[in-house]
């Protein structure tokens, strides 16, 4: 049977959830009144699927294949929204993208200051919390009129 031994590297010692210092900060340059993001989801170290065509390194003449890796940024953290809101809308299919939209910001765990500085700007209400969003008490809808 096959067995393996981990072995500990270094430790990291920033709490989650944090902001990377690579992730965008709001407002928004082209519409300073808007901003953004609205929340914040993991997205640093994400186990993540990978293809078999590539190296893991992308060099040529690497012969290291791998099924997962770990990946970063907001192609792994728009998914853990979008799960969010497929979550969200499977306990609540009548509503819409907007209930759902409120239903997330409203229940973002808000993220502390003291890991998070000088990012206010950073992290919108906070990280999603799925389990608080289906069930947000006031949801803020709009219709069509709305977006004009």
């Given at each position: 049977?096959?067995?393996?031994?981990i072995?500990?590297?270094?430790?990291?010692?920033i709490?989650?959830?944090?902001?990377?210092?690579?992730s965008?900060?709001?407002?928004n340059p082209g519409?300073?009144?808007?901003?953004?993001?609205?929340?914040?989801?993991p997205?640093i170290?994400?186990?993540?699927?990978?293809?078999?065509?590539?190296?893991i390194?992308?060099?040529?003449?690497d012969?290291?294949f791998?099924?997962f890796t770990l990946?970063?940024?907001?192609?792994?953290?728009c998914?853990?929204?979008?799960?969010v809101?497929?979550?969200?809308?499977?306990?609540?299919?009548?509503?819409?993208?907007?209930a759902?939209?409120?239903?997330i910001?409203t229940?973002a765990?808000?993220?502390?200051?003291?890991?998070?500085k000088?990012?206010?700007?950073?992290?919108?209400?906070?990280?999603?919390?799925?389990?608080?969003?289906?069930?947000?008490?006031?949801?803020y809808?709009m219709?069509d009129?709305?977006y004009i």
């Amino acid at each position: 049977s096959p067995s393996a031994v981990i072995h500990k590297s270094h430790e990291v010692k920033i709490p989650a959830p944090f902001v990377a210092s690579f992730s965008s900060r709001g407002p928004n340059p082209g519409s300073q009144h808007i901003l953004k993001p609205d929340v914040t989801a993991p997205g640093i170290n994400i186990l993540a699927s990978y293809t078999l065509r590539t190296s893991i390194t992308g060099l040529e003449g690497d012969t290291q294949f791998s099924e997962f890796t770990l990946m970063s940024g907001t192609s792994m953290s728009c998914p853990h929204v979008s799960g969010v809101a497929a979550y969200v809308k499977s306990f609540h299919p009548d509503w819409t993208p907007a209930a759902i939209r409120s239903a997330i910001i409203t229940t973002a765990k808000p993220m502390s200051q003291k890991v998070n500085k000088e990012a206010e700007f950073a992290f919108g209400a906070g990280q999603v919390n799925p389990t608080r969003a289906v069930n947000p008490g006031l949801v803020y809808d709009m219709d069509d009129l709305a977006y004009i």
